[in-house]
């Protein structure tokens, strides 16, 4: 079973619809995760963190945390074209002196 | 800049010889890591700098792989006697500090080994 889990895609969603990407994770002790977006050729752009369970909104995303589940998913409403990416789930483990442990990416595209 | 700073942006070498990156953290970042990128894969973590503490260099994926972060702020990756597979982007990230803080990352290095 792989560390961290994403759904490789691609995730297809219309202008203006909302794109929700999903991850999911093994370490139960995981403590803090992050999503990052990267565009074909590029690095890695931080979005969103997340720490505790539940909802944090920042403009059009909302990252969303079950620790219970082991989940963690990033919503994004009134998806741009300027947002099709790569979107990479990373999960900070315990003990593990602070490296990421990145899932493989989930490519959106949205139409036009 | 202000932000992480990488080079060079692209390197081809041949098969066998040795390779340097460049690492320039944001400024006043105390953790500094480095990851690798390839093809169709997720990011592997390779080694993490903090302070002056000694280094976690669990992902090191061989003993041709060495890092050094000199005076707390510029890191070098080494690659030595290269190997076709060692082609990726090789990626580096700083954060405030270590631990829950997020990190963000330069541009990368694609090394290119024929």
């Known amino acids: 079973q792989k560390e961290v889990e994403q759904n490789s895609g691609p995730l297809s969603v219309p202008e203006g619809a909302i794109a929700s990407l999903n991850c999911t994770y093994s370490?139960?002790?995981?403590?803090?995760f992050f999503w990052y977006r990267q565009y074909s050729g590029k690095s890695p752009e931080l979005i969103m963190f997340?720490?505790?369970?539940g909802d944090k909104e920042d403009g059009r995303f909302t990252a969303q945390l079950n620790k219970a589940s082991q989940y963690v998913s990033l919503l994004i409403r009134d998806s741009q074209p300027s947002d099709s990416a790569t979107y990479l789930c990373?999960?900070?483990?315990?003990?593990?002196?602070?490296?990421?442990?990145f899932g493989t990416g989930t490519r959106l595209q949205v139409t036009l | 800049g202000a932000g992480v700073s990488q080079s060079p942006s692209n390197k081809v070498t041949e098969k066998g010889k040795d390779v340097e990156l460049r690492c320039d953290p944001i400024?006043?970042?105390?953790?500094l890591y480095w990851y690798r990128q390839s093809l169709g894969q997720g990011l592997e973590f390779l080694i993490y700098f903090q302070g002056n503490s000694a280094p976690d260099k669990s992902g090191l994926p061989s003993d041709r792989f060495s890092a050094e972060r000199t005076g707390g702020s510029v890191s070098t990756l080494t690659i030595q006697r290269t190997q076709q597979e060692d082609s990726a982007v090789y990626l580096c990230a700083s954060s405030p500090q270590g631990g829950w803080q997020p990190q963000h990352f330069g541009d990368g290095t694609r090394l290119s080994i024929l």
């Open positions: 997340i720490y505790s369970n």
């Open positions: 400024s006043g970042h105390t953790a």
């Open positions: 990373a999960v900070k483990n315990t003990g593990t002196a602070s490296k990421l442990t």
């Open positions: 370490d139960r002790g995981s403590q803090s």
